[in-house]
């Protein structure tokens, strides 16, 4: 059963920095897609960053400010946070994805005081 836990949430003043941190319970070579998305209260979920391949594919909002990395002997996927602005405030999902199936975290709450 594949569980990916989330980590490294927290409150922070805006333009400081967070690292977010996926452990996923199996292999993290067998999925094609990882990734974070987020979403705030009240709005729907969206996506932050993924990885594909040796690409990544980032959200406007946060393109030059966060970084997506994936370390498979760990089995790890790492959300590198800069510059963070109080709209960054949201819950912050890990997903990994394999042929039709897409898996999901319980989530992280970052919240980034002005």
């Known amino acids: 059963q594949v569980q990916l836990v989330e980590s490294g949430g927290g409150l922070v003043q805006a333009g400081g920095s967070l690292i977010l941190s996926c452990a996923a319970s199996v292999n993290i070579d067998s999925f094609h897609v990882l990734g974070w998305y987020r979403q705030a209260p009240g709005m729907q979920r969206e996506l932050v960053a993924t990885?594909?391949?040796?690409?990544?594919n980032y959200a406007d909002s946060v393109k030059g400010r966060f970084t997506i990395s994936r370390d498979n002997a760990k089995n790890t996927v790492t959300l590198q946070m800069n510059s963070l602005k109080p709209e960054d405030t949201a819950v912050y999902y890990c997903?990994?994805?394999?042929?039709?199936?897409?898996?999901w975290g319980q989530g992280t709450q970052v919240t980034v005081s002005s």
């Open positions: 990885t594909f391949g040796g690409s990544a």
């Open positions: 997903s990994a994805t394999r042929y039709l199936n897409t898996y």
